[in-house]
């Protein structure tokens, strides 16, 4: 069973292709790498899965359902967190945190206490008060909430400091320790995805270069994954 | 999805707060007479539709596009929440904080009941109540505020929605005047988006019919707009216009505003003049600077004119002048006549004369020791002048058009609280015994009453004189002894309108009575002559009342003389009598229409003449 | 455990950390009947993914070198130690194995390797096994 499934999707911006045929599957239970360059497609791949931009071509398939078709009943169950989240400033953690369970059905109140004491946010402090770091770190709690099946990250971390960033890897493990969880994470720092995706999709200006197993990937080429993506994607730079 | 609707209306905190606030203190000036009541008529008119669209716009443009810049919208759009929802939840807490802002907007024209001296404004808050104008108001702002939402979710920020809802607020604005003025006699003043000087909101407002309707319309169409909202954000959350869409988005609007105001044109046959008469004017060189071009300048402002035959009289406030049109393609002065110390008594700036013969009745003031003295001027085309003395002028008197039945002249005069027909014979130079028409009720406190005017129009045998409680029928079969064969008391809309000037005109078996704030005509049936019944009530929006003389109406209108003709529910035009300049005045003879243009600085002014005989209406 | 993994390298995860542990019952640092960490605990503690852990510890399973216990855990088995001595002659060997390989490389003698080693063995210490 696979948790993503990706047919041909595309995304054009007037005359400029952001993401071409792209093709890919992520099975239920994996950790899956969704790797790239800066503006290689990556973001507007994964804003297309979760319905925030309309796909040109193509269809994406989570969980077994239509991204598009089946939106609403879908984001019951998939969390999301963005590049730089952004929250309603003007409320304080607690209302946010209370504002945003309302939209599910099923809310996993002591989970978000627990990430929200770990992560030591102040309750009462407005958002627009929180560093950046604990501002991502609200956000995975947000996107944990709802105890999601498939959890979207695109480049949850990058550019924050490495304690918040191991946050990120734990919240990845913690849920995948439970039956059935799924992951898709962007990112380009390679040597965190190695240490915990088993699935990677690579992409180079909106087409895709190669999606499979790490583990075989990295037996194929014989060496890091950062040195196996270098490879393939400057072989495609130079043709 | 309360949750969210709580979040939506917290988000209007500010515009709740600020509204209100500021309505507050306006109440406040108000009730500290800060301003006296003339504040409150530019509230009205202006400030309020003004304040209230702007209080509509602001609020929808930012709803969503304001989200999807800062990147909030997307935080919604990523939970469990159809985007259809969001738009909905957006509208549903939207329509409630421009209700409260647009109600103490409006009820700020309320705020101070015993004194307004705006009488368009105490004319609408003595006939139509808070609630009615509510209720007829809102769903036109409802309606601007829904586009203004809809246009939020087409673009990325607020500003460009706000321009957007800006262009389309200044075309329904230009198209509402346009229609009224293209359209004559069409119910579309009813339906004018915001508030308009013609009152036809007025007129729908006080009725429970029409407000319904055109409540209703906006209603649903408000609904409908969001809907279509609504449905834009859940087929696709991005944007739809970038800058070039918006700009064509821009044009097209006001590309479909003046193709509208185009097709709703009515297409009137024309007629163009048969003789055109120049005004001498006086050349007055530059005064000022010399990039002042010099105008032509009349001897006054006013000016009347009166026809008898092919002679033509132009009045002016201190001479007149006959002009010949026996040959219409080259009209001839043949004299002018000095009125030496004389000032014609203006009256709501339209001054009229009537003629005997070759001579023309002015009523006016002469100067004279120790008090001026009220005259009829009989002013025959060979020079020489008859006065009739009235007498002394004093502020509180009126004095009606003079009305020739037979040798005698009529005039309708309101002395003191008592109006009359006083009756002259100016051959005999002897006053003949006046009829008494009227006896006014006291004043009414607080209102500042101006001399009641009293209006007369002739028909075959009977005079039709209206006067503040009466619509009299005085026969005139024999102009010597005449007698009041009917009198129909009158109802004023409202309390501060008795006394105010109701023309009158006829056309066929019709008499109509206009009356004032909001504008309206009252046709009567005049199968039986001596006792007009009333008939039919309706809106008449074309402007200040129109000359009859039996065949046909007319008035002035757009640059010319609209013709007219009375239809069942209202009025239907016949011809447009094109002259290339807006009319001041007309007058009418046998088959001949003879105009006065109003005053321009760049043009002189012109007497044109019309053939309307044969094809006339019936 | 200290577990010492690199991610870069191109052996995968699970044989590194099967590899470590190996080295550490063979040295006699888990010994019959430790119980190792959780799967959970051990990802949770060095960042990887549980899958990998797991897969390890099935690994070691079929070795036979772990036994997982119902309800209770991963434990070193009593096999392990034995095991453990043919490992660990395994693993000596090979390093053995590569020093001749350089050792021919740069032309030594059999003796003078010999003489190498025979200089070198007293560094041994002898620990009771």
Request: include cysteine; glycine fraction near 8%; charged fraction near 20%.
């Given at each position: 069973m696979n948790a993503i499934v990706v047919e041909n999707l595309t995304k054009r911006f007037g005359r400029r292709t952001?993401?071409?045929?792209l093709s890919f599957q992520v099975p239920e239970g994996s950790v899956c790498g969704f790797l790239g360059r800066n503006g290689a497609g990556k973001t507007t791949a994964i804003r297309m899965l979760m319905n925030l931009a309309r796909p040109s071509a193509g269809r994406a398939t989570l969980l077994g359902l239509d991204s598009r078709a089946h939106h609403t009943a879908l984001m019951q169950r998939v969390g999301y967190v963005s590049e730089s989240p952004v929250h309603y400033?003007?409320?304080?953690v607690r209302d946010l945190v209370r504002f945003t369970a309302s939209?599910?059905?099923?809310?996993?109140a002591p989970r978000v206490g627990e990430l929200l004491d770990r992560f030591a946010?102040?309750?009462?402090?407005?958002?627009?008060?929180?560093?950046r770091g604990s501002n991502a770190q609200l956000a995975l709690a947000l996107a944990l909430g709802g105890d999601p099946e498939l959890l979207i990250l695109d480049?949850?971390?990058?550019?924050?400091d490495v304690l918040v960033r191991r946050d990120f890897l734990e919240g990845i493990i913690q849920l995948i320790q439970r039956e059935g969880r799924t992951v898709l994470f962007s990112s380009h720092l390679l040597h965190e995805v190695e240490r915990v995706a088993d699935q990677v999709v690579l992409i180079d200006h909106g087409r895709l270069i190669h999606s499979g197993s790490l583990e075989e990937l990295k037996l194929s080429m014989g060496r890091s994954l950062e040195e196996s993506f270098v490879e393939m994607v400057g072989e495609r730079a130079r043709l | 999805m309360n949750q969210l609707l709580w979040k939506e209306l917290r988000d209007l905190r500010g515009w709740l707060a600020g509204g209100l606030g500021l309505a507050a203190a306006f109440a406040l000036l108000l009730a500290t007479d800060?301003?006296?009541?003339?504040f409150v008529g530019l509230w009205m008119q202006a400030l309020m539709p003004m304040s209230a669209a702007a209080a509509a716009i602001g609020i929808g443009v930012a709803q969503v596009a304001r989200e999807r810049h800062a990147r909030t919208l997307d935080f919604l759009l990523v939970r469990p929440v159809t985007p259809q929802a969001i738009v909905w939840t957006k509208f549903v807490a939207g329509s409630a904080v421009l209700a409260a802002l647009v109600a103490a907007a409006v009820a700020l024209a309320y705020?101070?009941?015993?004194?307004?001296?705006d009488t368009g404004l105490r004319a609408i808050r003595e006939q139509v109540s808070l609630k009615q104008l509510l209720l007829i108001l809102f769903p036109r702002f409802w309606c601007l505020y829904a586009l203004s939402l809809a246009f939020s979710v087409l673009v990325d920020r607020s500003l460009k929605a706000a321009a957007l809802a800006g262009v389309l607020a200044v075309a329904l604005i230009a198209l509402a005047g346009a229609f009224a003025d293209l359209a004559p006699?069409?119910?579309f003043v009813f339906w004018t988006p915001f508030f308009d000087g013609t009152g036809g909101l007025i007129e729908a407002a006080r009725s429970a019919r029409l407000s319904s309707v055109t409540g209703g319309v906006y209603a649903a169409l408000a609904l409908l707009i969001a809907a279509t909202a609504a449905g834009l954000l859940q087929r696709s959350?991005?944007?739809?216009?970038g800058t070039r869409g918006l700009a064509v988005s821009a044009a097209a609007i006001v590309i479909v505003a003046v193709v509208s105001a185009e097709g709703a044109s009515v297409r009137l046959p024309e007629l163009a003049p048969a003789g055109v008469w120049q005004l001498p004017g006086a050349?007055?060189?530059?005064?000022?600077?010399?990039?002042?071009p010099p105008a032509f300048v009349d001897e006054s402002d006013e000016g009347g004119i009166a026809a008898h035959g092919s002679l033509v009289a132009v009045v002016s406030n201190s001479a007149v002048r006959f002009v010949d049109f026996s040959d219409p393609a080259h009209p001839r002065l043949r004299s002018t006549v000095e009125l030496p110390l004389w000032q014609s008594l203006a009256e709501w700036s339209v001054f009229k004369a009537a003629t005997i013969d070759d001579a023309v009745l002015v009523v006016g003031q002469k100067k004279a020791l120790p008090v001026d003295e009220v005259q009829i001027a009989i002013v025959h085309s060979s020079g020489s002048i008859d006065a009739v003395p009235l007498g002394p002028v004093r502020p509180s008197d009126y004095y009606s058009v003079p009305v020739p039945v037979g040798p005698l002249v009529y005039l309708g005069v309101t002395h003191g609280r008592v109006c009359s027909l006083r009756i002259f014979d100016p051959a005999a130079h002897r006053e003949l015994a006046p009829l008494a028409l009227d006896r006014m009720r006291p004043p009414a406190k607080a209102i500042n009453e101006g001399a009641a005017p009293v209006r007369i129009i002739h028909r075959g045998n009977y005079l039709y004189l209206a006067s503040p409680s009466f619509l009299t029928t005085v026969d005139v079969a024999d102009p010597a002894a005449p007698r009041i064969a009917g009198r129909l008391p009158v109802q004023p809309k409202?309390?501060?309108?008795?006394?105010?000037p109701r023309p009158l005109g006829w056309q066929g078996q019709r008499l109509f009575e206009t009356r004032y704030f909001p504008q309206s005509v009252t046709a009567y049936d005049l199968s039986d002559p001596a006792h007009p019944h009333p008939a039919a009530e309706f809106t008449d929006h074309g402007g200040l009342a129109f000359d009859g003389d039996g065949r046909a109406c007319y008035r002035p209108w757009r640059s010319g003389v609209l013709e007219f003709q009375s239809a069942r529910d209202g009025f239907q035009a016949l011809r447009y009598l094109h002259s290339g300049s807006a009319i001041a005045t007309i007058a009418l003879s046998g088959d001949w229409l003879y105009a006065l243009t109003a005053p321009t600085p760049q043009k002189p002014r012109t007497v044109q003449a019309f053939r309307i005989a044969p094809s006339r209406g019936h | 455990m200290r577990l010492n993994l690199?991610?870069?390298?191109?052996?995968p995860m699970y044989l590194q950390i099967a590899e470590q542990v190996r080295r550490a019952i063979a040295a006699g640092t888990l010994r019959a009947g430790d119980e190792l960490p959780s799967v959970r605990a051990l990802a949770s503690e060095h960042l990887i993914n549980p899958n990998t852990v797991a897969r390890a510890y099935l690994e070691l399973e079929r070795e036979g070198l772990l036994a997982k216990r119902r309800g209770s855990g991963t434990y070193v088995s009593s096999a392990a130690p034995t095991l453990g001595e043919a490992h660990r002659l395994a693993v000596v060997a090979e390093l053995i194995d590569q020093a001749l390989a350089a050792a021919e490389e740069f032309g030594l003698t059999r003796s003078q390797v010999r003489a190498l080693i025979d200089q070198r063995l007293p560094a041994l210490q002898e620990k009771s096994s």
């Amino acid at each position: 069973m696979n948790a993503i499934v990706v047919e041909n999707l595309t995304k054009r911006f007037g005359r400029r292709t952001a993401v071409e045929a792209l093709s890919f599957q992520v099975p239920e239970g994996s950790v899956c790498g969704f790797l790239g360059r800066n503006g290689a497609g990556k973001t507007t791949a994964i804003r297309m899965l979760m319905n925030l931009a309309r796909p040109s071509a193509g269809r994406a398939t989570l969980l077994g359902l239509d991204s598009r078709a089946h939106h609403t009943a879908l984001m019951q169950r998939v969390g999301y967190v963005s590049e730089s989240p952004v929250h309603y400033d003007g409320m304080k953690v607690r209302d946010l945190v209370r504002f945003t369970a309302s939209f599910y059905r099923a809310w996993n109140a002591p989970r978000v206490g627990e990430l929200l004491d770990r992560f030591a946010i102040d309750r009462d402090q407005k958002v627009r008060h929180l560093s950046r770091g604990s501002n991502a770190q609200l956000a995975l709690a947000l996107a944990l909430g709802g105890d999601p099946e498939l959890l979207i990250l695109d480049e949850p971390a990058t550019g924050l400091d490495v304690l918040v960033r191991r946050d990120f890897l734990e919240g990845i493990i913690q849920l995948i320790q439970r039956e059935g969880r799924t992951v898709l994470f962007s990112s380009h720092l390679l040597h965190e995805v190695e240490r915990v995706a088993d699935q990677v999709v690579l992409i180079d200006h909106g087409r895709l270069i190669h999606s499979g197993s790490l583990e075989e990937l990295k037996l194929s080429m014989g060496r890091s994954l950062e040195e196996s993506f270098v490879e393939m994607v400057g072989e495609r730079a130079r043709l | 999805m309360n949750q969210l609707l709580w979040k939506e209306l917290r988000d209007l905190r500010g515009w709740l707060a600020g509204g209100l606030g500021l309505a507050a203190a306006f109440a406040l000036l108000l009730a500290t007479d800060v301003f006296g009541g003339s504040f409150v008529g530019l509230w009205m008119q202006a400030l309020m539709p003004m304040s209230a669209a702007a209080a509509a716009i602001g609020i929808g443009v930012a709803q969503v596009a304001r989200e999807r810049h800062a990147r909030t919208l997307d935080f919604l759009l990523v939970r469990p929440v159809t985007p259809q929802a969001i738009v909905w939840t957006k509208f549903v807490a939207g329509s409630a904080v421009l209700a409260a802002l647009v109600a103490a907007a409006v009820a700020l024209a309320y705020a101070k009941p015993q004194f307004v001296l705006d009488t368009g404004l105490r004319a609408i808050r003595e006939q139509v109540s808070l609630k009615q104008l509510l209720l007829i108001l809102f769903p036109r702002f409802w309606c601007l505020y829904a586009l203004s939402l809809a246009f939020s979710v087409l673009v990325d920020r607020s500003l460009k929605a706000a321009a957007l809802a800006g262009v389309l607020a200044v075309a329904l604005i230009a198209l509402a005047g346009a229609f009224a003025d293209l359209a004559p006699f069409s119910g579309f003043v009813f339906w004018t988006p915001f508030f308009d000087g013609t009152g036809g909101l007025i007129e729908a407002a006080r009725s429970a019919r029409l407000s319904s309707v055109t409540g209703g319309v906006y209603a649903a169409l408000a609904l409908l707009i969001a809907a279509t909202a609504a449905g834009l954000l859940q087929r696709s959350p991005e944007r739809y216009l970038g800058t070039r869409g918006l700009a064509v988005s821009a044009a097209a609007i006001v590309i479909v505003a003046v193709v509208s105001a185009e097709g709703a044109s009515v297409r009137l046959p024309e007629l163009a003049p048969a003789g055109v008469w120049q005004l001498p004017g006086a050349l007055t060189a530059a005064i000022h600077a010399d990039d002042v071009p010099p105008a032509f300048v009349d001897e006054s402002d006013e000016g009347g004119i009166a026809a008898h035959g092919s002679l033509v009289a132009v009045v002016s406030n201190s001479a007149v002048r006959f002009v010949d049109f026996s040959d219409p393609a080259h009209p001839r002065l043949r004299s002018t006549v000095e009125l030496p110390l004389w000032q014609s008594l203006a009256e709501w700036s339209v001054f009229k004369a009537a003629t005997i013969d070759d001579a023309v009745l002015v009523v006016g003031q002469k100067k004279a020791l120790p008090v001026d003295e009220v005259q009829i001027a009989i002013v025959h085309s060979s020079g020489s002048i008859d006065a009739v003395p009235l007498g002394p002028v004093r502020p509180s008197d009126y004095y009606s058009v003079p009305v020739p039945v037979g040798p005698l002249v009529y005039l309708g005069v309101t002395h003191g609280r008592v109006c009359s027909l006083r009756i002259f014979d100016p051959a005999a130079h002897r006053e003949l015994a006046p009829l008494a028409l009227d006896r006014m009720r006291p004043p009414a406190k607080a209102i500042n009453e101006g001399a009641a005017p009293v209006r007369i129009i002739h028909r075959g045998n009977y005079l039709y004189l209206a006067s503040p409680s009466f619509l009299t029928t005085v026969d005139v079969a024999d102009p010597a002894a005449p007698r009041i064969a009917g009198r129909l008391p009158v109802q004023p809309k409202a309390d501060f309108l008795y006394g105010f000037p109701r023309p009158l005109g006829w056309q066929g078996q019709r008499l109509f009575e206009t009356r004032y704030f909001p504008q309206s005509v009252t046709a009567y049936d005049l199968s039986d002559p001596a006792h007009p019944h009333p008939a039919a009530e309706f809106t008449d929006h074309g402007g200040l009342a129109f000359d009859g003389d039996g065949r046909a109406c007319y008035r002035p209108w757009r640059s010319g003389v609209l013709e007219f003709q009375s239809a069942r529910d209202g009025f239907q035009a016949l011809r447009y009598l094109h002259s290339g300049s807006a009319i001041a005045t007309i007058a009418l003879s046998g088959d001949w229409l003879y105009a006065l243009t109003a005053p321009t600085p760049q043009k002189p002014r012109t007497v044109q003449a019309f053939r309307i005989a044969p094809s006339r209406g019936h | 455990m200290r577990l010492n993994l690199s991610p870069a390298s191109p052996i995968p995860m699970y044989l590194q950390i099967a590899e470590q542990v190996r080295r550490a019952i063979a040295a006699g640092t888990l010994r019959a009947g430790d119980e190792l960490p959780s799967v959970r605990a051990l990802a949770s503690e060095h960042l990887i993914n549980p899958n990998t852990v797991a897969r390890a510890y099935l690994e070691l399973e079929r070795e036979g070198l772990l036994a997982k216990r119902r309800g209770s855990g991963t434990y070193v088995s009593s096999a392990a130690p034995t095991l453990g001595e043919a490992h660990r002659l395994a693993v000596v060997a090979e390093l053995i194995d590569q020093a001749l390989a350089a050792a021919e490389e740069f032309g030594l003698t059999r003796s003078q390797v010999r003489a190498l080693i025979d200089q070198r063995l007293p560094a041994l210490q002898e620990k009771s096994s």
